[in-house]
């Protein structure tokens, strides 16, 4: 188990808490997979906050060629290493697709974003060396976590 980081300012209830935050503190280079370039998406208005607060996101979507002046990527495969976290929203039919991808190019984490829970998908995840989180928003807990700049 990965322990609570010493700017953390949650209070963690559960073990998934610790995976989180480690997840926010201890990398930095973040592939978005189905990141929009509509303002109004859930997927732009995270990627905007990640960027304000420090990371390096990687637009991946293969309909469109940037997005905050960045090139997008048509896949994993094609994104610059190293990817630390696979942050994704996309349909649910399309994760699993997204996850084996993830596992191929060595991300360290996965985070999936917009209600999706499958907990063999997050089993062969972490039997792959990969950590998961599902079913949260990556700017909700940052600004719970750690609510500073990096």
């Not at 994704?88 to 993830?102: E, N, T």
């Not at 807990?141 to 750690?146: N, Q, R, S, V, Y």
């Amino acid at each position: 188990m990965w322990k609570k980081t010493k700017r953390c300012r949650f209070k963690h209830r559960t073990p998934l808490d610790d995976v989180v935050c480690s997840i926010l503190w201890e990398f930095n280079r973040i592939a978005v997979v189905g990141l929009s370039d509509n303002p109004w998406r859930d997927s732009n208005y995270v990627a905007t906050y990640l960027l304000d607060q420090g990371y390096t996101v990687l637009p991946v979507n293969p309909n469109i060629s940037q997005v905050f002046g960045l090139k997008a990527y048509a896949d994993l495969y094609s994104a610059p290493g190293p990817v630390e976290v696979v942050e994704v929203f996309r349909r649910a039919d399309s994760i699993a697709g997204v996850v084996d991808q993830a596992i191929n190019i060595g991300a360290k984490a996965v985070w999936i974003e917009g209600g999706y829970v499958d907990p063999a998908l997050a089993s062969r995840t972490c039997h792959a060396g990969v950590r998961v989180v599902m079913n949260r928003c990556m700017a909700i807990e940052h600004e719970k976590h750690l609510g500073i700049r990096r």
